[in-house]
């Protein structure tokens, strides 16, 4: 049939099951949208307030479903706009498809009005990056995109249309979309390796990145961790793979990780990384890092073995394929007093805090409590971020969305917007410091706008919390641009953006606006006033050994 490039790029969503789009509309990509408008019963399309938003809700979207997320905008600013959401996707292994629309082909290269050349502004930052200038390779064009955002290890590509382009036609043949091809490249050698040091390991650590989550693998690590007999710890982008509530889990490692995954994992013989990449804010110094322990890295992208730590054995594939091929073979392991001491580690070193006031992990607490661990919280970055992935216990894969990679302040709230749009029957609660929220609050007008019930709770100290922290123990106390007292009123603006709003100071209000908040099903934003001063613990300094995790009580002792 005879159709638009407009009306193609309609058709290959609609092939490739899309039933949500993110976006902003302007000049060069009127004519997606005027096909949009005709297709409104198929595909559904939320105007955020701003393309970021865009961009993260359609981040939020993928992750919490492990579909992949789109987003749209137009030339220059709308398509710039989308960068830094795009960047982030790319650090997390998000599977997102961004399509752009550019000026008419014979204006390319001319500096035209709201021209920019966005493929090769997000080359770095993208598995892959198009610029269609002719309508006959559009559909094939649209359908390589969402084959490279989902294979192998995942990540956002961009495509990016002249308007000429979505006007001009050709013909178009329906396709039924490739499966996501699994990309497994390890040898019996590589298994028959592994399962040696598994079964001659007499101290075994399980560390979990974001890999495990992304190939569905949680069950498999489960019994995994049953059948060597090892205690688990986890990254920020791990969160959730493994069972909180487990007595094998013992926290997140690393720079705000807890003692007893520092000090365990430093004292190990045999540590399995299992989807991680050995991030600078997990590994500490690098020199030092599990020092005593053989590394067995499992991973997707072999360009991660041996990247940041050098692995001993290493397997390159699906940590799912893998996984269940090392439990069919692994022989039942026990390692009773190794076990025995993770878990006096685990009662020696509790992460605690100040329970006689109101503070940021008695809120997440409370959020566990309330929801019952089965709330889908979103963070943007900073104390808040830690907090959040301290003290709520994740006990389901795709229910901790978080900037880990980037660290991108302002992510939260429009990756809430996009998790509740694909998990609707989740509750979805964004964790957002005052100064993230100043960042991109304005998307509170696009939950209003759609009535999608998201709970947004505001941690307000007044201060950029993690940067002021830092300033204290590292620069003397010199805080500078770091205090936010000043005369906004977030209740204020929130009921401006139409969401009701509520102001919480005592630890006995904050159950009662949780449930509010639920109950209402609608946009609430719970504004939690705390203490300027309250600090992440423990903590380890930038580039020290991990092994070195200090805590409030360490710092009084010095």
């Known amino acids: 049939m005879l159709l638009t490039g407009a009306e193609i790029v ?14 902003y509309p302007g000049g060069t990509i009127l004519n997606v949208y005027d096909e949009l408008y005709k297709h409104s019963n198929e595909i559904r399309h939320i105007l955020t307030s701003h393309e970021q938003g865009a961009a993260h809700a359609a981040d939020g979207y993928a992750r919490a479903t492990g579909k992949v997320g789109v987003c749209m905008a137009t030339s220059g600013p709308g398509a710039t706009n989308l960068v830094t959401g795009i960047a982030t996707a790319y ?10 629309a550019n000026v008419n082909l014979p204006l390319l290269g001319k500096d035209s009005f709201q021209e920019v050349d966005i493929a090769g502004v997000t080359m770095p930052i993208t598995k892959h990056g198009y610029i269609v200038k002719d309508v006959n390779i559009l559909a094939d064009t649209l359908r390589k995109a969402f084959k490279i955002a989902q294979t192998g290890r995942p990540g956002p590509v961009l495509v990016d249309i002249t308007k000429d382009v979505t006007a001009n036609k050709c013909e178009f043949t329906p396709v039924t979309p490739e499966a996501p091809e699994i990309l497994n490249r390890y040898t019996e050698e590589d298994l028959d390796k592994a399962l040696t040091l598994l079964g001659s390991a007499q101290k075994p650590y399980i560390y979990l990145g974001g890999g495990a989550i992304i190939s569905g693998a949680s069950e498999d690590v489960k019994e995994f961790a049953e059948k060597l007999d090892a205690p688990v710890c ?15 889990y013992t926290g997140m490692i690393g720079m705000h990780g807890t003692k007893t995954s520092n000090f365990g994992v430093s004292e190990c013989d045999l540590l399995v990384a299992l989807g991680a990449r050995f991030s600078d804010r997990v590994i500490g110094n690098p020199a030092t890092f599990a020092k005593n322990a053989k590394v067995l890295h499992i991973d997707i992208d072999a360009a991660e073995i041996g990247k940041n730590i050098p692995a001993y054995a290493s397997i390159t594939g699906d940590l799912s394929c893998v996984l269940k091929e090392l439990n069919r073979r692994l022989q039942q392991q026990s390692h009773p007093e190794w076990m025995a001491h993770i878990k006096e580690l685990k009662e020696k070193y509790p992460l605690k805090y100040d329970t006689t006031k109101l503070s940021c992990p008695y809120i ?21 971020q830690m907090w959040a992935a301290q003290y709520y216990r994740y006990s389901e894969p795709r229910t901790f969305l978080s900037s880990g990679g980037l660290g991108t302040m302002g992510y939260g709230l429009g990756a809430c917007i996009g998790a509740k749009t694909g998990r609707p029957d989740k509750i979805c609660i964004n964790i957002a410091g005052d100064g993230c929220f100043r960042m991109n ?50 209740c204020k603006v929130s009921e401006g953006l139409g969401c009701t709003a509520i102001r919480i100071t005592t630890k006995e209000e904050v159950a ?8 209402l099903q609608q946009p609430v934003v719970i504004e939690c006033v705390i203490p300027e001063d309250d600090k992440v613990f423990p903590m380890v300094p930038a580039g020290a050994p991990i092994s070195e995790a200090f805590d409030e009580d360490d710092l009084n002792s010095r």
């Not at 092939?15 to 789009?21: A, I, N, S, W």
């Not at 650090?91 to 752009?100: E, F, L, R």
């Not at 009662?512 to 109950?519: D, Q, R, S, T």
């Open 512 to 519: 009662p606006a949780l449930e509010k908040a639920i109950a």
């Open 234 to 248: 986890d990254t920020l982008m791990g969160k959730g793979a493994f069972d909180g509530r487990s007595e094998r």
């Open 364 to 384: 997440m607490e409370e959020i566990d409590r309330v929801t019952g661990g089965k709330a889908l919280i979103t963070t943007d970055v900073g104390q808040h």
């Open 441 to 490: 609050m304005n998307e509170l007008a696009t939950a209003s706008r759609y009535n999608i019930p998201v709970i947004q709770v505001i941690i307000n100290n007044h201060v950029l919390g993690m940067v002021r922290q830092w300033q204290t123990l590292f620069y003397d106390h010199r805080y500078s641009q770091t205090v936010l007292q000043d005369k906004v009123d977030f």
């Open 91 to 100: 650090m997390d292994s998000v599977p997102m498809v961004a399509i752009t």
């Open 10 to 23: 309609i058709e290959c969503l609609k092939e490739q099951g899309v039933d949500t789009v993110f976006g």
